[in-house]
């Protein structure tokens, strides 16, 4: 576990896939999941030893590595007592088995990576522009359809899941670094990945915290970089 600001912790397993608890008035908010149902312990740990307790779980997106310990956290927390949150383009990937068909007017390409679902049905769906306590919602499709960032408006952190990738140093998920190549591999369109980091242009952005690699500083001009880098 690293604190990554006075509001938000990183939790880290096998050294490279992420997830955050982030604090609100009434407990925690845990963005993603990890990928293994035995983060689920971890994870409750965590909370606990921070001193709260999580009351909502945000999905960024339906793959594995993302998704892993819902159903334990569901079943240990209570269906009643934890909101599950994602959106309603993500819903039919989030079943069991995933519909992986795409939709009229969506770009080319298909769904990849891993997309085991989840037996939890979200209990809220979420729009572009809406909040989650101090989370603000943001579309950021292009790994995968439905992909969702998630800015803190206190102190602009971005929890960017997939739609960027911090590993060796920040680049948008359709040129991740050949060290770690699955991000690019997985990502389902990289034009539209390229549009959505455009669109993240807009926000005021501080530091970058995804699901792989460390939190990332550097704001707007960092991820300028990461843009031209895909252009070049």
């Known amino acids: ?12 397993r096998l050294g ?16 993603d999941t990890g990928i293994f149902s035995s983060s689920a312990a971890g994870i409750l740990d965590a909370a606990r030893e921070l001193g709260g307790t999580i009351r909502r779980i945000l999905l960024t997106h339906a793959h594995t ?17 934890v909101e599950l949150i994602s959106n309603e383009r993500s819903l039919p990937i989030l079943r069991t088995p995933p519909d ?9 390409g298909k769904i990849k990576g891993g997309t085991p679902g989840i037996k939890s049905k979200p209990t809220r769906l979420l729009v572009e522009g ?14 995968i359809p439905g992909h969702m960032s998630f800015l803190d408006e206190r102190d602009g952190t971005l929890f960017a899941g997939d739609a960027l990738v911090a590993v060796g140093e920040l680049n948008v998920s359709n040129h991740a670094p050949w060290f770690f190549p699955f991000p690019k591999f997985v990502t389902w ?44």
């Open 1 to 12: 576990m690293t604190q990554v600001t006075q509001n938000s912790y990183q939790l880290n």
């Open 16 to 31: 490279f896939v992420n997830c955050y608890l982030v604090r609100e008035n009434d407990g925690f908010t845990l963005i």
């Open 65 to 81: 590595d993302h998704v892993g310990s819902v159903d334990a956290l569901v079943n240990k927390l209570g269906a009643d007592q």
């Open 100 to 108: 992986l068909s795409m939709r009229p007017g969506e770009a080319p």
């Open 130 to 143: 809406e909040t989650v306590g101090s989370l603000r919602c943001i579309d950021t499709p292009g790994h």
């Open 189 to 232: 369109n990289a034009e539209v990945a390229v549009s959505s980091a455009e669109n993240l242009l807009a926000y005021p952005i501080e530091r970058f915290a995804c699901g792989h690699g460390p939190v990332r500083q550097g704001g707007i001009p960092a991820l300028r970089q990461a843009i031209a880098k895909v252009k070049a």
